[in-house]
């Protein structure tokens, strides 16, 4: 999720980004969410730090429930609006379409779901 504190005395790494862009205040409050997150958690508490960040979460399990219209629509409720940055890490794809992953996991969105 990218919400990671500071680790191995680094406080800026590959984890880190959407946690420093909250603390530098980058984010409108209750108007975040990260849509396909999957794989395991170091840590229950990485759960509860992303909430307290103000960040919702459709897993990637949820994505297979709720369909891509579904998931439009909890976007579109979420951002009330607001201008909207998206960026979509590698790792929300499936490995099978983007080999060489630094984490790759299975159960993510395959090429086709984008187009």
Known sequence: MDTWGPYFGQDVTHGTPFRNAFNEGLFIEDSSIHVGIRGSTYEFEDIIRDNNLGFKVITCYDKHKMG????????????????????????????????????????????????
């Open 68 to 115: 891509l219209d579904g998931i439009i629509d909890r976007i579109r409720n979420r951002v009330k609006g607001n201008n909207v940055y998206i960026s979509i890490d590698i790792d929300v794809l499936d490995p099978a379409f983007a080999s060489g992953t630094g984490t790759p996991e299975v159960g993510g969105f395959t090429s086709s779901e984008f187009l």
